[in-house]
């Protein structure tokens, strides 16, 4: 294990009027009029602002943050769809489907995203999953591979229903994950649509998510009302760094909560640089390839969120295998880049090959054996 030890003093200290007397600078907390919310730094995965973050709770159609990557990641886009009368007959929002409408995979999620069409969400879930049921499978098994040990999928769309519940930290990890598709970025971030890469759509879509329009660099992501639910919200900010993901649940006034959850994380954290984008981490010793040995390296610049006003003492190792077995892909990741701060994880970066490396075939060991 290669181990790196950074330790971070920052300490501001504010003189008050009266000479010789002085305190620290305490951070305020942003005034939320929600149940429970959190602001994430998405590159790094650090929580930067938490209330309640933990709180098991009805998310409503933010629901279909989870719907969209996996008919992205399972389906293609340009896949002819026929809506069902089950799925033109869901009740809540719509994307205004008519059943026996053929309609391509790509439209159907501008359908669902922009619209928060729930006629769309179970189109696709039967489409992708062949059934309501094995789609909503599928779904789970995302939040698992993804952490989200506290979510629980039982419907595409989100509309209440028992045992369908998650937290605002694993949908802010969920939605981290999702915002590094480049199709679903571009797809939430989008206010207005009338024609893709499939061609021309059956109808324009304009996006209910207001916050695009009320705060700057915002690209998206998905709002969310039922009874249980209450008014809930997903929002990406982009910054300089990267992206703060916001997540808002059973608020009184979603927009402004999301705003001062941006305000906060911009007021509280700045960004340092931990590792230099193709940065060689650890080298791997390859088994049955054709090259012997693989590099481990970072593919961006690793900006690391600290706090302004306060000291940070934290830890920087590297988790991964001593060594790998081929076939190896380019850019496959092959461990993590963990941060700690006081003995709990507060950051992880992935470790990508920088090369392939191909499995060796028969004739290669023959070779191999009669040359040593």
């Known amino acids: 294990m290669k181990k790196i030890s950074v330790m971070i003093y920052l300490l501001i200290l504010v003189y008050l009027i009266i000479p010789g007397v002085k305190s620290e600078a305490k951070e305020k907390e942003p005034k939320l009029r929600c149940v429970s919310a959190v602001v994430m730094d998405q590159d790094s995965g650090r929580i930067l602002y938490s209330k309640n973050g933990n709180a098991v709770l009805p998310m409503a159609s933010t629901t279909k943050i989870v719907t969209a990557i996996v008919a992205i990641e399972k389906g293609d886009l340009r896949d002819m769809v026929v809506v069902s009368k089950h799925a033109a007959g869901m009740p809540g929002s719509s994307a205004r489907l008519s059943s026996g409408e053929k309609i391509n995979l790509e439209e159907l999620l ?3 995203m922009l619209r928060s069409g729930n006629d769309a969400a179970v189109a696709i879930a039967e489409h992708i999953g062949g059934t309501v049921e094995k ?13 989200a040990y506290s979510t629980s999928f039982k419907t595409p769309h989100g509309l209440d229903e028992e045992n369908h519940f998650t937290t605002a930290e694993d949908l802010a990890r969920i939605t981290a994950y999702a915002m590094k598709n480049d199709f679903f970025s571009k797809l939430v971030s989008t206010k207005e649509i009338s024609s893709g890469i499939s061609g021309n759509f059956n109808r324009t879509y304009s996006n209910i998510n207001k916050f695009l329009y009320r ?26 760094y990267g992206r703060y ?18 305000e906060y994380a911009k007021d509280n954290y700045k960004y340092i640089k931990i590792m230099d984008k193709n940065e060689p981490v650890k080298r791997f010793r390859v088994y049955g390839g054709s090259e012997k040995y693989v590099s481990g390296v970072v593919r961006q610049d690793l900006m690391f969120p600290v706090k302004k006003d306060s000291v940070e003492d934290f830890k920087i190792d590297v988790y991964a295998p001593s060594a790998a077995f081929s076939p190896i892909e380019e850019n496959e990741v092959l461990g993590n880049v963990v941060v700690t701060i006081d003995d709990k994880i507060a950051a992880k ?24």
């Open 110 to 112: 501008y359908g669902l």
């Open 135 to 147: 789609f909503v499978d599928m779904m789970n098994e995302k939040a698992i591979e993804l952490g």
């Open 349 to 372: 970066y992935p470790i990508y090959s920088d090369r392939e490396v191909k499995r060796k075939n028969f004739i290669n060991i023959i070779k191999q054996m009669f040359s040593m």
């Open 245 to 262: 993901i916001c997540v808002v649940l059973n608020s009184q006034d979603r927009w402004d909560d999301a705003a001062r959850l941006v």
């Open 215 to 240: 705060v700057d660099n915002s690209d998206g992501v998905k709002t969310g009302y039922t009874g249980n639910a209450g008014k809930c919200l997903v929002a990406s900010v982009k910054h300089d």
